[in-house]
């Protein structure tokens, strides 16, 4: 990720009901939401919500797909995952030990399941 990208990202998520629809689209993650579902949860009038989720769909922060009469959004996760490892990039000056508490915080809510023995194992 370049700077230009990234202060693109932020300033798409420094508008407190754009961060709120990209925190309600992250918790809906994978199946999204329909954008009249997002007005309404969030009490936005659809038109301006339209613009809300466009300057997110246009910071690469969340994409749309059309169902029939309905557009369902969701979040990026990876356009995330991007911009944290963009402010992470050589972190520290190399002292793990000064950024270890912060990538502990930053550890999935739900961690990926166990595999089981017979996968371990099997070649």
Request: hydrophobic letters at 45%.
């Amino acid at each position: 990720m370049d700077i230009e990208t990234a202060t693109t990202a932020f300033s798409a998520l420094a508008q407190p009901t754009r961060l709120a629809v990209f925190q309600l689209l992250m918790a809906h993650e994978p199946d999204g939401v329909p954008a009249g579902e997002i007005a309404r949860e969030l009490a936005v009038p659809h038109n301006t919500m339209s613009t809300h989720l466009a300057v997110l769909a246009r910071a690469g922060l969340i994409e749309a797909e059309r169902q029939s009469r309905t557009i369902l959004y969701r979040a990026r996760p990876k356009a995330i995952q991007a911009l944290a490892s963009f402010l992470m990039k050589d972190c520290c000056g190399g002292r793990p030990d000064v950024c270890a508490p912060l990538i502990a915080e930053l550890q999935p809510c739900c961690p990926p399941a166990q595999s089981t023995l017979a996968e371990k194992t099997h070649v």
